[in-house]
């Protein structure tokens, strides 16, 4: 028996990122069993797989192939019937066998003495494995979860462009800018972004055996929009102002996410296909064909059809003073009578009926008269209570203090 060493970063199942960099290219034959190891790498006592010492073994990757079964890829590497069928067995409340998927990494640690097969280990996903232990007399199945330890980080960044690419300028996981947009849906429309726009952020990162797997909740953050700044604090599952007051609100300020106003509602507006002037009633968002249009609001589908003006539309209501509509749809994707959640998809971009080119026409109906949803002050969600309100702010001076407390790159 050899001495335990001193567990490394590269701890557990560290192996799969070492085994990755080696070539793993497949060609189309290779669809039925994997006798031919994907890649093989012989790792030093530094290693665990798994919690398993990596130097008594030699550790071959591969992944499922396609319309396999566990025990065809087993009898590939010469584990006996006999085994298998004990493995299928103590697997029951563990795992599944049947639902093994194609294309998903797995390891086999066969034993340097004797070349036998000791280990057979499945990734489920980045943290979850099942192993396959027949390295003694009987065998074994268990699950093994990667340890995830979450670490709160500070983020910055001044807009250019697009929030979008901001995010990724400053090193954050893309993932951030649409968190970020989540957070701040309802006070600010980022269609209208402008340069020198900025942020910073407090949030969760997630990190498995020194390897960041992800990112957790935004716990505070304060975005500069033309000047004036927007702050978000998470408390009780929700996210609030500076003064406890809900971010949520009954409305989103847009029907599509990263889209472009290409044209705002205006009662003098020039038609571009009829070339005279014809109010327009709506606030155009231009965005690529097939884009998702989402209800701003819960709602009702009062209309699902079809005029030549309009093309494809639909139209909401929400409550007895308020109506949506979204017209120049490509697909509806809701009937009449159908209720929807606010975000839900409704149909999608497109230029059926007077279009110049794909957008969303997105009318805002108040007491039954268009208005220009932009310039309304839309009601919020339930505020906090007196006595919540007290234990929020102590929450949000400790927030708000971690977030000062960060070192920001760049500077904003
Ligand atoms: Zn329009």
């Known amino acids: 028996m050899k001495k335990v060493q001193t567990l490394s970063l590269l701890a557990a199942c560290a192996v799969g990122i ?177 340069p020198g726009d900025k942020f910073k952020v407090l949030y969760e990162e997630k990190i498995c055996e020194g390897e960041l797997i992800g990112t957790g909740n935004v716990q505070c953050a304060i975005l500069t929009n033309s000047g004036k700044e927007f702050h978000a604090y998470l408390y009780n599952g929700g996210y609030y102002d500076e003064n406890g007051k809900p971010l949520e609100s009954m409305f989103l300020k847009s029907p599509v996410e990263f889209s472009r106003i290409s044209s705002r509602y205006n009662k003098r507006r020039r038609h571009p296909i009829k070339k005279r002037i014809i109010p327009h009633l709506g606030t155009d968002y231009a965005a690529p064909k097939g884009t998702p249009i989402i209800a701003v609001a819960d709602g009702v589908v009062t209309k699902s059809s079809y005029t030549g003006g309009n093309g494809k539309y639909v139209k909401l209501k929400h409550s007895s003073i308020y109506e949506t509509q979204y017209l120049h749809m490509s697909k509806r994707g809701v009937k009449v009578g159908e209720h929807v959640k606010q975000g839900e998809v409704i149909g999608y971009v497109g230029s059926t009926g007077l279009a110049t080119g794909p957008h969303v026409c997105f009318r805002f109906w108040k007491n039954g008269v268009q208005v220009n949803h932009l310039r309304q002050d839309l009601p919020a969600a339930d505020p906090l209570d007196e006595a919540t309100l007290s234990l929020f702010h102590l929450e949000r001076k400790d927030l708000r203090n971690r977030l000062e407390k960060t070192a920001f790159s760049p500077a904003v």
């Open 18 to 194: 070492a085994a990755l960099v080696l070539n793993t290219s497949k060609t189309a034959e290779e669809t039925s069993v994997s006798k031919e190891p994907l890649a093989v790498k012989t790792l030093t006592c530094q290693h665990m797989v798994c919690n398993i010492e990596a130097c008594d073994y030699e550790v071959e990757e591969g992944v499922i192939p396609n319309n396999s079964f566990l025990s065809t890829i087993l009898q590939g590497y010469g584990v006996a019937y006999k085994t298998i069928l004990n493995l299928v067995e103590k697997s029951k409340g563990v795992f599944d066998v049947t639902k093994i998927r194609s294309n998903q990494p797995y390891y086999v640690l066969k034993n340097k003495e004797n070349q036998e097969i000791d280990y057979f280990i499945y990734k489920q996903n980045i943290t979850d494995f099942i192993v396959f232990d027949m390295a003694k007399k009987g065998t074994k199945v268990y699950s093994y979860e990667r340890p995830v330890v979450i670490n709160e980080k500070g983020g910055s960044g001044v807009i250019v462009s697009s929030l979008y690419e901001a995010v990724e300028e400053s090193g954050m996981t893309s993932s951030m800018a649409i968190e970020l947009a989540g957070v701040f849906a309802w006070q600010i429309d980022f269609t209208r972004v402008q």
